[in-house]
């Protein structure tokens, strides 16, 4: 099995750009998730889905879109990226929706916003 | 806002030591999580401890939870150079219904010396 992919691995834009970060998963999990990691910050949660068709924002959704059209899937959009978007990104999935399960994670999405 | 903060940020010891790395949280939870991440990599699901327990055993890795003082720990007995990654507490926190969302400390730093 996969796990959990990421793509792309890096990637460089210019503000006001846009872009889709990909994430998808092949373990049939209903709950996924996207983090956004910063130095010193730890991880903060951008927005999650509970399952296909259902989303809700997490700790820092402004300047983000998801949709959920596949249990597998569940992209990243980057509406008009700014410098502070410069961050590495993750994905993580997990079966069940308690916090009674672990979370899988990709290696992540190294983007820098020029 | 961060549930979980880590204690301490770093901590650099020799093959052979215990490392002991303390997580606090705020509100009340149903289970913690520990994860370790590799540099560069995503993380790594190390360890679950449900709110009515007190201690589990995996391997090297010894876990604890105080829930009267909202805290936790992880120790790592007979560390390995290998074990040279950040480790991460991450608590759940009811959002509404029965949704989750499960929040991560900003991380230790553990450097083991050869």
């Known amino acids: 099995n996969a796990g959990v992919t990421q793509t792309p691995k890096f990637q460089v834009l210019k503000t006001g750009q846009s872009m889709t970060l990909q994430c998808a998963q092949d373990m049939n999990h209903e709950y996924m998730s996207w983090y956004r990691q910063d130095p010193g910050m730890g991880l903060r949660l951008i927005h999650y889905s509970v399952g296909a068709g259902i989303t809700d924002q997490g700790e820092v959704p402004n300047g983000y879109n998801v949709s959920r059209s596949t249990t597998e899937d569940f992209p990243l959009r980057l509406l008009s990226a700014a410098p502070s978007q410069t961050s590495v990104y993750f994905c993580?999935?997990?079966?069940?929706?308690?916090?009674?399960?672990?979370?899988?994670f990709g290696d992540g999405t190294r983007l820098s916003i020029l | 806002s961060q549930q979980g903060e880590e204690d301490p940020q770093a901590l650099s010891i020799q093959e052979g030591e215990n490392a002991t790395m303390n997580c606090s949280y705020k509100?009340?939870?149903?289970?913690l999580q520990w994860y370790r991440q590799n540099s560069g990599r995503g993380l790594v699901h190390l360890i679950l401890?449900?709110?009515?327990?007190r201690e589990k055993h995996s391997g090297r890795l010894r876990v604890t939870l105080d829930t009267s003082k909202k805290s936790s720990s992880l120790l790592i007995t007979a560390s390995r150079a290998a074990d040279t990654a950040s480790y991460f507490c991450a608590t759940d926190a009811r959002s509404g219904g029965s949704n989750y969302k499960l929040t991560f400390g900003k991380g230790t730093l553990l450097t083991v010396n050869p």
């Open positions: 993580a999935s997990t079966s069940g929706q308690g916090g009674d399960q672990p979370q899988h």
């Open positions: 401890i449900r709110s009515n327990e």
């Open positions: 509100t009340s939870i149903n289970n």
